[in-house]
């Protein structure tokens, strides 16, 4: 039996070598389209994977630059506000300073002192100064309340009403922060006498 099914095959050789070709082919067909399907697959995979892993790699870089920004104005606040306090506490200090070298100046003996003591002062105004330091003395200007505080009023007929006439104490601020308001006094109008 064997032998006569070789013999057909001898026989009719191109009818099987058509079955044998036909079905490899349709099997290459699926087999190479599952492989590019496997493969267009693969390559989405990585193509999010690269787009996930850029997105974060910019999002670090972003964060590094958002701390690296907020560490430096973090340090100049603190040297701001170190500055600030430290520069406030000397404002007592500064305040006796002054006092002592109007109460200097109004003794003749001591004129060597009130020089030199002059010569300190303005030492210590320009250093002060360059760290920021700025005097409020408003005599002759229009109150304000940010940086000014009013502790009276006095009659003058020659200023209008609501200027300052004279500064107490000055005021310091340093930038735009004030330290301390100037106390001064506020002018007024003269009170209208009656006449009967």
């Excluded at 040297?79 to 003794?107: C, H």
């Excluded at 002759?140 to 004279?166: C, L, M, P, S, W």
Aim: proline share 4%; aromatic share 6%.
């Amino acid at each position: 039996m064997e032998k006569e099914e070789k013999e057909s095959e001898l026989e009719n050789p191109e009818t099987d070598v058509e079955h044998e070709e036909d079905a490899p082919e349709e099997q290459q067909d699926e087999e190479k389209k599952a492989s590019v399907t496997r493969l267009q697959s693969k390559l989405d995979d990585a193509y999010g994977k690269q787009d996930d892993l850029n997105g974060k790699y910019l999002r670090a870089v972003a964060d590094l630059e958002n701390v690296r920004k907020r560490s430096i104005r973090d340090r100049e606040d603190a040297v701001q506000r170190t500055r600030s306090q430290i520069i406030g506490d000397l404002l007592p200090v500064i305040d006796a300073f002054q006092l002592g070298f109007a109460e200097a100046k109004k003794n003749e003996k001591a004129a060597q002192f009130v020089e030199g003591f002059s010569m300190a002062m303005s030492l210590l105004e320009s250093t002060l100064s360059e760290y920021g330091l700025a005097v409020i003395d408003p005599k002759g200007e229009d109150f304000d309340a940010k940086f000014h505080e009013a502790i009276g009023y006095e009659e003058d007929a020659e200023q209008e009403e609501g200027t300052v006439i004279n500064t107490v104490r000055p005021g310091y601020r340093i930038g735009e922060q004030l330290l301390r308001p100037a106390t001064v006094i506020l002018a007024k109008a003269p009170a209208k006498e009656d006449s009967e």
